[in-house]
């Protein structure tokens, strides 16, 4: 009673802390960033008769569309909110409703989660000190604010929820829990891929305690082969259009992905079956790297292309205006360049965490050391991929919570055993120094912040406003706006922030680069009605200095072209122009 107590009042916290954002969703429909505004593009398709397989956002990069590399799992329960609402109010607040409800339920499963992870390592006594550590990460609780609806908080809760059963199924006793891991792993890749280094990763880890420890084991090995083919099986079905099922996709769960887990399933139920004509570790071993190199052996024969970038077919232009700036995806190293205190904001927690648990793992005994090395180990491959993107910090953030609680459980009980309460109470008051917010004291407030996208006025609802009042038509628009153009006004856009719009984006970009009779040509050659920028985004500034000459550097300075007219408009930073299609 006092946990649900405690994980509902900090999910309250949480909100009340976010509160300014709650208020922009409820009164201006605000978006946290483009993935939430193309998440209700996508579910409004959806609820308007858009075939479940059929992915194409047609209102992108017209007048064929863009196929989308996301899927129907997080879309489904959003609809079926949307349509509950629906049957009580009118269809704009049932999507902002849907857009609050949604991310509280995840929030109480992230709380949840968090204090069900921490009885797992250290019993009923870590669950307060997890959650309020939990409360005071902004990383962990960063994808669970108001008005997110994008994928990212339910890949949170799979990676977290499949680490739990992991680390209680290194019981034997409760083998079968590893069942669930691999049903997780399937409805983890059924969103997105974001979860698979921290997939291999588990993979890995569980294979190697059945190397090391032989036949106990064999239980846990041979579950997680059930849970693996019980859920890659039925998720690539539901949510895999039959005519993509061998397309050689790498971005999205695909046959890649399916074969080689089905192969690594197929595997871990052989090992477990020989694990008494194994007694050896290094037969054992062997054994494990023949399966691990037949999975890979699959993609690389039949899917090459998914060991290397999977960004390998953005155009050069597309990659470096675009894409090596999309700031959840830069690595580390800039991000600390650009923004030391957020970077460092970011990283203490995780990189203090897997301190923690490593000490864990080197100090206690049996079986709770070994979860503290699992742990570590998945704590490890979130830190090092982060470094590559920092977008995994936030997946990785609840499990580095884990971190912070070996010391103060340890010293909450001497000093309990020593009779001295308060003390112990104060012991566990010792996981704040491991959170965003302890450093966020301590850091100098001078260190300059690099500037979000939720703060820009091209952005704000309002902005769009009149934009919507326009007849419809196929826009040029900067690539961070598309979205909300999508969702805000009846406009279709050439450029979103997608890297499957690969030649949406790259329109935009050449016309905003080329001369503007060049532009024209290449306008009036793809249909489009309507120009527009926002002399308040970067991105557009930028195009004008990368070419002075060019479309975005004529139309900042005020020049226009005669195949232009300005639309007049007011209440919003953005110049419209209509495409006249016979020049004058």
Request: proline letters at 8%.
């Amino acid at each position: 009673m006092i946990t649900a107590a405690a994980v509902l009042g900090a999910a309250i916290l949480t909100f009340v802390m976010f509160s300014p954002r709650l208020i922009e969703v409820w009164t201006h429909g605000a978006f946290y960033d483009p993935d939430d505004a193309m998440r209700l593009v996508e579910v409004r398709a959806l609820l308007g008769g858009q075939h479940w397989f059929d992915m194409t956002a047609y209102g992108l990069d017209p007048p064929a569309g863009t196929y989308m590399h996301w899927s129907r799992t997080i879309d489904l329960p959003l609809a079926l909110l949307i349509k509950a609402f629906g049957l009580v109010t009118n269809p704009v607040l049932a999507e902002k409703l849907t857009r609050l409800v949604y991310p509280f339920l995840l929030l109480l499963g992230l709380f949840y989660g968090v204090a069900r992870l921490a009885t797992v390592l250290l019993g009923p006594i870590a669950r307060l000190p997890a959650i309020a550590a939990a409360l005071f990460c902004g990383g962990a609780i960063v994808q669970f604010q108001p008005g997110r609806i994008a994928h990212h908080s339910p890949q949170v809760l799979a990676l977290l929820f499949m680490t739990i059963a992991a680390l209680e199924a290194l019981d034997p006793a409760k083998a079968r829990r590893m069942f669930l891991a691999g049903l997780l792993v399937g409805f983890s890749l059924s969103i997105n891929l974001e979860d698979l280094p921290f997939i291999a990763c588990l993979c890995g880890m569980a294979v190697g305690f059945w190397v090391w420890h032989g036949a106990p084991m064999a239980g846990m090995l041979r579950s997680f082969a059930l849970g693996l083919a019980a859920g890659l099986i039925p998720f690539f079905l539901l949510t895999v259009a039959p005519d993509r099922w061998f397309d050689p996709v790498c971005d999205a769960f695909g046959a890649a992905h399916l074969g080689a887990g089905l192969i690594g399933a197929a595997g871990c139920a052989l090992l477990a079956a020989l694990s008494n004509r194994l007694p050896g570790r290094p037969a054992r071993l062997a054994a494990a790297g023949g399966i691990g190199v037949l999975a890979a052996g699959y993609v690389a024969l039949f899917y090459p292309a998914c060991l290397h970038d999977p960004f390998a077919n953005v155009a050069p232009l597309v990659r470096s205006v675009w894409l090596s700036n999309v700031t959840e995806s830069l690595p580390f190293p800039r991000f600390f360049r650009e923004d030391p205190q957020g970077a460092l904001l970011t990283l203490m927690p995780v990189a203090l965490g897997l301190c923690g648990t490593l000490a864990a793992a080197i100090l206690w005994r049996g079986i709770t050391a070994k979860r503290f090395l699992l742990l570590s180990a998945l704590i490890g491959t979130g830190l090092a991929v982060g470094f590559w993107q920092i977008r995994v910090f936030t997946s990785v953030t609840p499990l580095a919570i884990a971190g912070a609680l070996p010391l103060a459980i340890a010293l909450h009980g001497r000093a309990k055993r020593a009779g001295r309460n308060e003390l112990a109470l104060l012991a566990l008051c010792l996981v704040f120094p491991f959170t965003s917010a302890a450093w966020g004291l301590v850091l100098p407030d001078d260190v300059g912040t690099a500037p979000t996208r939720a703060g820009n006025k091209c952005l704000a609802p309002p902005s769009f406003t009149a934009l919507a009042e326009l007849p419809p038509g196929r826009i040029v628009a900067p690539i961070d706006s598309g979205a909300y153009f999508l969702v805000h006004t009846g406009m279709s856009v050439f450029a979103a922030p997608y890297h499957r719009d690969n030649a949406g984006n790259l329109l935009m970009l050449e016309s905003m680069l080329a001369k503007p009779e060049d532009a024209y040509s290449m306008l009036t050659a793809r249909g489009a009605n309507y120009v527009a920028i926002c002399p308040g985004f970067g991105e557009t500034q930028a195009l004008a200095k990368r070419a002075p000459g060019g479309l975005a550097a004529v139309l900042l300075a005020g020049q226009i072209p005669a195949w232009l007219t300005p639309v007049p408009m007011t209440g919003t930073p953005y110049r419209i122009f209509r495409i006249i299609m016979t020049k004058s």
